[in-house]
């Protein structure tokens, strides 16, 4: 069985500042898949990024990067220089090429708060 | 892109009645839709599977006579909350995805149902 874990309930930034979510992770595939999904206010989840097992590379992406560190099982997420837009509920979630209808694994969720 | 429709986007219902929530995949033909539901500050809770022709896959604990699930075609998938209580009401929402497998599942923005 899967399971995602974000230990970070809220966290709260002041504008410019980085923040950090972390996501960890448990699967005994070999193969499988990581997400990161933005839900602000209005519900809507927002796809952000998409990253195999595979491919250990740390990715940017504007003011967004990812670190995938398969040693530790964990897929972190920066924002750099935060801004009130990005405040919103971030999710982490897992999907494991054996199972054939590819069902996401949600973490908790964290609750980023960004002040002017 | 891959634009994910739902419709409605709100509705409050008389305890008893029946609900019926369209998913509709826009720019896309989607092999598989999901549905899940989210209660306030909480994480997205899968319930079901749902392919084109063929009968809804259900997750354990969901009442597959409760919400009826119909994937009629490549771009649309109804769940309909039948003989709707107050329990009921809750944020759901669909997803799709293109292909088969760990492939990114987009998410439509999301249903409010309220039940009085």
């Known amino acids: 069985a899967q399971k995602v874990t974000q230990a970070q309930t809220e966290i709260s930034v002041v504008e410019k500042e980085d923040v950090t979510l972390d996501c960890v992770y448990e699967?005994?595939?070999?193969?499988?898949?990581l997400f990161w999904y933005k839900q602000p206010p209005s519900g809507e989840l927002v796809f952000l990024i998409r990253?195999?097992?595979?491919?250990?590379q740390n990715e940017i992406s504007g003011r967004y990067s990812w670190n995938f560190q398969k040693s530790t099982s964990s897929f972190n997420f920066t924002i750099t220089a935060s801004q009130v837009v990005d405040s919103a509920v971030y999710f982490c979630?897992?999907?494991?090429?054996?199972?054939?209808?590819?069902?996401?694994?949600f973490g908790a969720g964290t609750q980023v708060v960004v002040t002017p | 892109g891959a634009v994910v429709s739902q419709h409605p986007s709100w509705v409050i219902c008389k305890s008893g009645t029946s609900v019926k929530i369209e998913c509709r995949s826009l720019?896309?033909?989607?092999?598989?839709m999901f549905w899940y539901r989210q209660f306030p500050k909480q994480s997205l809770m899968l319930m079901a599977t749902?392919?084109?022709?063929?009968?809804?896959?259900?997750e354990q604990g969901v009442e597959k006579d409760k919400f009826l699930i119909n994937h009629a075609s490549l771009t649309l998938s109804t769940l309909t909350v039948t003989s709707a209580h107050p329990e009921d009401s809750s944020f759901y929402i669909c997803?799709?995805?293109?292909?088969?497998?760990?492939?990114?599942?987009?998410f439509g923005p999301g249903t409010r149902l309220t039940v009085l």
């Open positions: 749902s392919n084109e022709g063929s009968k809804a896959t259900y």
């Open positions: 990253r195999n097992s595979f491919d250990e």
């Open positions: 720019d896309f033909q989607a092999t598989t």
């Open positions: 997803s799709a995805r293109k292909l088969a497998g760990a492939d990114t599942q987009y």
């Open positions: 979630a897992l999907s494991a090429l054996t199972d054939s209808w590819g069902k996401l694994q």
């Open positions: 699967t005994r595939d070999t193969t499988y898949y």
